[in-house]
């Protein structure tokens, strides 16, 4: 099952952030905290990842709160193409541990 | 960035017969793969694990002898469906693990869309 829990759909105005949070309380301390995300009808798309440091790359920004129980993926100037179902995976690091989806967040980038 | 290709990307069959989907992973060794599959608006669910040179590992639920999983080389996993029927059509996905250890991210292919008739 899946150990996060995020809102079902949210809405973002184009060029504005975007702002994903997502809650993962039963974190353990060696797993972390991964995004993707999935546009309709394509394999999923790794956005980025975190232990205990706030991430950034080219893609977005991960802010995980100190006591590590909840995150927020920042999209800094979303796009129409940002449109998509974005998914907050808690994995452990052990080489067969797969990623486990839950329902996600439908972010809708609107015009 | 890794690349994993997942082919075809759609099939059409008949009922009671086998489709076969491969998965490569194109520029790194993948000593684990996973397969998923998706049904309409809803998320991702895990099937199995393969790991290269040894039996797949199933998810409770998941008939072994329905969907054959073969990874016999550190680039190539393929799930076969054998006698397809249409509740078999989804959207399959397979993941890829990249063998270096310090590579912690997770791979997807394009997925492939098996409609069954």
């Known amino acids: 099952d899946a150990k996060t829990t995020q809102p079902p759909s949210m809405d973002c105005a184009e060029g504005r952030a975007a702002n994903l949070p997502c809650n993962h309380s039963t974190i353990s301390g060696n797993e972390y905290v991964y995004w993707y995300r999935q546009i309709h009808s394509q394999g999923p798309q790794y956005i980025i990842h975190?232990?205990?440091n706030n991430e950034t790359n080219e893609m977005a920004s991960l802010i995980i709160t100190e006591d590590r129980k909840s995150s927020t993926l920042i999209l800094p100037h979303a796009t129409l193409r940002d449109t998509a179902v974005y998914y907050c995976?808690?994995?452990?690091?052990?080489?067969?541990?797969?990623?486990?989806f839950g329902k996600g967040t439908r972010l809708s980038v609107i015009a | 960035g890794a690349v994993v290709s997942q082919h075809p990307s759609r099939v059409i069959c008949k009922s009671g017969t086998s489709v076969k989907i491969e998965c490569r992973s194109l520029?790194?060794?993948?000593?684990?793969m996973f397969w998923y599959r998706q049904f309409p608006k809803q998320s991702l669910m895990l099937m199995a694990t393969s790991n290269e040179g040894s039996k797949a590992t199933y998810e409770q639920g998941v008939e072994k002898d329905k969907f054959l999983i073969n990874h016999a080389s550190l680039t190539l996993s393929t799930l076969t469906v054998t006698s397809a029927h249409p509740e078999d059509s989804s959207f399959y996905i397979c993941s890829a693990r990249d063998r270096e250890v310090f590579r912690e991210k997770l791979f997807f292919g394009s997925g492939t869309q098996l409609s069954v008739l």
């Open positions: 520029d790194f060794q993948a000593t684990t």
């Open positions: 995976i808690v994995r452990g690091l052990s080489g067969n541990t797969p990623l486990v």
């Open positions: 975190g232990l205990k």
